[in-house]
């Protein structure tokens, strides 16, 4: 079955990075687009970037544009997320997608708390 499993969250300064892994399994990862999403308390989950599959483009939401880069090891079945620059408002559970077939899987999440 498809497993999305993320790790990498934690507690970091206003201006400090984060590096986030999502490791996939039970899909043919090179041929799926994967995304990053985040949820902040009290708000909806939203977008914030996209590799598409083959790691042939990404995509990001504008108020990470310039800060974060998503990236992917078609050979470790891993996407990541390079945060630098975060701000007090990119603090937020961040959850691995993909869609395979009529389905999205998420993982189970993990913890960005930017604050000093």
């Known amino acids: 079955q498809v497993q999305l499993v993320e790790s990498g969250g934690g507690l970091v300064q206003p201006g400090g990075s984060l590096k986030l892994s999502c490791v996939a399994s039970g899909f043919a990862f090179s041929w799926a687009a994967m995304r990053w999403y985040r949820q902040a308390p009290g708000k909806e989950r939203e977008w914030v970037a996209t590799?598409?599959?083959?790691?042939?483009?990404?995509n990001y939401t504008a108020s990470v544009q310039g800060r974060f880069t998503i990236s992917r090891d078609n050979a470790k079945r891993t996407i990541y997320l390079q945060m630098n620059s975060l701000k007090p408002e990119d603090t937020a559970v961040y959850y691995c997608?993909?869609?395979?077939?009529?389905?999205?899987?998420w993982g189970q999440g993990t913890q960005v708390t930017v604050s000093s």
């Open positions: 997608n993909t869609i395979w077939g009529p389905t999205a899987y």
């Open positions: 590799s598409t599959n083959f790691g042939g483009r990404t």
